[in-house]
């Protein structure tokens, strides 16, 4: 009988603690969920470019235990950015990350929020910068058309010459050194070269450019546009002799 009893009291001791640990195992309950910034936070990276570390948080439980499957949504606070894989699920470790964050043209602070149904929305920021240059973009004075005399006055073109410099994202940059070099006759009256540094909208301009004859009745004339670390840009220009 005492035995009985003792079998009993033990199987009753070890329904309450099953009981017990059921109630507060939420390994496999989501409760309420809470994101933490995992990767990502704190970069800088070129305006208008992908940063170089996707964003990626945890979403974990009460008990800080990894909640899988979680939907987990990124979207552009500030800045004018795009996102690629913008909705995604935890994993087994309860990690999400965004497919890619493309920052958008301003400079400065740019925020990403990642947020999901019952949490506490979390911001990543990067400091959106300038690159070096890349490209001179011809904004005008390009294949440009005149007459001149014979050994005579040479001609100079209608129209200025002006670049635009940009990094590779195609971001305008100021006070970069542009140098203009024709290969023949004169420039701003300079029979070399001229240099004009971009203003805030990266544009170097207000160029002249004259040309001379050489003896043929058509012929054409280019003059070099450059910056260090650009890519050269050419001016062209087509001159017939009277």
């Given at each position: ?49 992908p940063v170089p570390i996707a964003p990626a948080v945890v979403v974990t439980n009460a008990n800080h235990q990894p909640l899988a499957g979680i939907v ?57 910068t300038l690159g070096s240059a890349d490209s001179l973009l011809i904004l005008s004075g390009d294949n440009q058309t005149i007459s001149v005399s014979r ?24 006070n970069v050194s542009v140098r203009f070099a024709p290969d023949n006759y004169r420039v701003n009256g300079n029979l070399s070269f001229v240099s004009v ?46």
């Open positions: 009988m005492i035995s009985e009893l003792k079998r009993l009291a033990l199987a009753a001791l070890l329904l309450i603690a099953a009981a017990c640990s059921s109630s507060t195992d939420t390994s496999s309950s989501p409760g309420i969920p809470t994101i933490g910034l995992l990767a990502g936070d704190g970069q800088t990276a070129i305006a208008q470019s987990v949504n990124f979207a552009v606070k500030s800045g004018g950015g795009s996102v690629v894989g913008s909705t995604v699920s935890t994993d087994a470790s309860g990690s999400a990350h965004v497919g890619q964050w493309i920052l958008g043209p301003a400079l400065g602070i740019q925020q990403l929020v990642a947020s999901s149904s019952g949490a506490a929305p979390v911001t990543f920021t990067t400091t959106a050994g005579g006055t040479p001609g100079t073109l209608p129209a200025s010459l002006s670049v635009r410099v940009v990094d590779k994202y195609q971001n305008p940059l100021p540094v971009s203003d805030a909208s990266g544009v170097a301009g207000g160029v002249t450019w004259s040309v001379a004859s050489t003896g043929a009745f058509t012929n054409l004339a280019t003059l070099s546009a450059t910056a260090t670390g650009a890519k050269i840009t050419t001016f062209h220009a087509t001159y017939t002799t009277q």
